[in-house]
């Protein structure tokens, strides 16, 4: 019998507050994607991390290694009473380009693809509609997003956590106010 793999459990985590919801998001890298859910009316909190691999307590060198298929994912805290599900599936077709495979712009590896993971059949079905949605939009182009459960979250190493608006390597920080809509620079 093989052994309880603890990376393969669904995400069981609570959000930051009571009447709140998570959502889960992989988009590319995960530094541009949180700054644009940190500017979102109604998200509380955003904290970027693993998920969906096999792997339990990936590290980030390791996930870049692309031997534990974990997706670098933003972990989002939300107020479902002021940021409707609807309001994050719309940014994150936004922020990338779901037709591509294991790959956003000049980032390649499997932890860069496109997916949403889902806590309840609500977001799923949502989800589901969304993608149909964006399919119908595309045309031709073939959507390759993943829509699956939320798989257990490994927060990434805190040097990663809020990176853009503390700056990045530079130190040119970028706001996360609410509503800010400058441009979002994601740099190394």
């Given at each position: 019998?093989?052994?309880?793999?603890p990376?393969?459990?669904?995400?069981?985590?609570?959000?930051?507050n009571?009447?709140l919801?998570?959502?889960?998001f992989?988009?590319?890298?995960?530094?541009?994607?949180?700054?644009?859910?940190?500017?979102?009316?109604?998200?509380?909190?955003?904290?970027?991390?693993?998920?969906?691999?096999?792997?339990?307590?990936?590290?980030?060198r390791?996930?870049?290694?692309?031997?534990?298929?974990h997706?670098e994912?933003?972990?989002?805290?939300?107020?479902p009473?002021?940021?409707?599900?609807?309001?994050?599936?719309?940014?994150?077709?936004?922020r990338?380009?779901?037709?591509?495979?294991?790959r956003?712009?000049?980032?390649?590896?499997?932890?860069?693809?496109?997916?949403?993971?889902?806590?309840?059949?609500?977001?799923?079905?949502?989800?589901?509609?969304?993608?149909?949605?964006?399919?119908?939009?595309?045309?031709?182009?073939?959507?390759?997003?993943?829509?699956?459960?939320?798989?257990?979250?490994?927060?990434?190493?805190?040097?990663?956590?809020?990176?853009?608006?503390?700056?990045?390597?530079?130190?040119?920080?970028?706001?996360?106010?609410?509503?800010?809509?400058?441009?979002i620079?994601?740099?190394?």
């Amino acid at each position: 019998m093989a052994e309880p793999n603890p990376a393969l459990d669904p995400d069981s985590d609570n959000p930051v507050n009571p009447g709140l919801e998570l959502a889960q998001f992989g988009a590319g890298c995960f530094w541009g994607v949180e700054l644009a859910f940190q500017r979102l009316n109604g998200v509380v909190k955003t904290e970027v991390g693993y998920s969906q691999g096999h792997v339990p307590d990936p590290n980030y060198r390791l996930v870049c290694s692309g031997t534990t298929n974990h997706v670098e994912v933003v972990r989002v805290h939300f107020d479902p009473n002021v940021c409707p599900y609807t309001n994050l599936l719309h940014l994150f077709w936004s922020r990338h380009d779901p037709t591509t495979v294991n790959r956003q712009a000049g980032d390649v590896g499997t932890q860069y693809r496109s997916g949403i993971y889902y806590y309840n059949e609500a977001q799923a079905r949502l989800a589901q509609e969304s993608k149909e949605a964006k399919q119908l939009e595309l045309k031709d182009k073939k959507i390759v997003t993943e829509i699956l459960p939320a798989k257990r979250f490994y927060r990434a190493e805190e040097y990663h956590q809020q990176y853009l608006e503390k700056g990045g390597r530079n130190g040119d920080k970028q706001s996360a106010e609410k509503g800010c809509n400058d441009p979002i620079r994601c740099y190394g």
